[in-house]
T-cell receptor, first 113, second 113 residues
Framework: QKEVEQNSGPLSVPEGAIASLNCTYS??????FFWYRQYSGKSPELIMF????GDKEDGRFTAQLNKASQYVSLLIRDSQPSDSATYLC?????????????FGQGTTLQVKP | EPEVTQTPSHQVTQMGQEVILRCVPI?????FYWYRQILGQKVEFLVS????????KSEIFDDQFSVERPDGSNFTLKIRSTKLEDSAMYFC???????????FGQGTRLTVV
């Protein structure tokens, strides 16, 4: 079973719409969850982290966590063409206090003008 | 804004040669990491480093790899005898607290020919 799973996409949304990106994880002991944005040929850029069940909002971004369902999502409101990138879900390895992150494959988002 | 810096941005080396990838983590960060990303694949954890020693390493991080913090600012990854399959983007990352996420450098693209 894959540790962190994401739909690779591409997910295509029109400009101004809400983009919804999803991620599931297998390790129930995981405590912290992260969303990174990666433009083609560039490095991952930390967008948000969440560790409590529920929603966490930061500007146009909302992260949602449901530990019972082992599910993390990222909502991007008012999507812009500049949001077009691959979004990586990462999980802080449950049994690790070393900071090891387990990444999903990433979901490619295309925002069409 | 403080950032993780990596040099060189691109390194081409012949199979069997040794390479050293260099990183300057963010100055007040205490946790340091190396990840790699083979083209088209997910970001993979290699090693974490804390308090001047390796705190965790992956199965990928075998005897051909080593890390060092030679002074108060640099963090290096050495690959002793490069193989074709070592060709990848190598990312250095650092964090002040693993639960708050890691910040990635711009990466070094290693090409082994």
């Amino acid at each position: 079973q894959k540790e962190v799973e994401q739909n690779s996409g591409p997910l295509s949304v029109p400009e101004g719409a809400i983009a919804s990106l999803n991620c599931t994880y297998s390790d129930r002991g995981s405590q912290s969850f992260f969303w990174y944005r990666q433009y083609s040929g560039k490095s991952p850029e930390l967008i948000m982290f969440i560790y409590s069940n529920g929603d966490k909002e930061d500007g146009r971004f909302t992260a949602q966590l449901n530990k019972a369902s082992q599910y993390v999502s990222l909502l991007i409101r008012d999507s812009q063409p500049s949001d077009s990138a691959t979004y990586l879900c990462a999980v802080l390895h449950g049994s690790s206090n070393t900071g090891k992150l387990i990444f999903g494959q990433g979901t490619t988002l295309q925002v069409k003008p | 804004e403080p950032e993780v810096t990596q040099t060189p941005s691109h390194q081409v080396t012949q199979m069997g040669q040794e390479v050293i990838l260099r990183c300057v983590p963010i100055s007040n960060h205490l946790y340091f990491y190396w990840y790699r990303q083979i083209l088209g694949q997910k970001v993979e954890f290699l090693v974490s480093f804390y308090n001047n020693e390796i705190s965790e390493k992956s199965e990928i991080f075998d005897d051909q790899f080593s890390v060092e913090r030679p002074d108060g600012s640099n963090f290096t990854l050495k690959i002793r005898s490069t193989k074709l399959e070592d060709s990848a983007m190598y990312f250095c990352a650092s964090s002040v607290n693993p639960a708050l996420g890691a910040f990635f450098g711009q990466g070094t693209r290693l090409t082994v020919v």
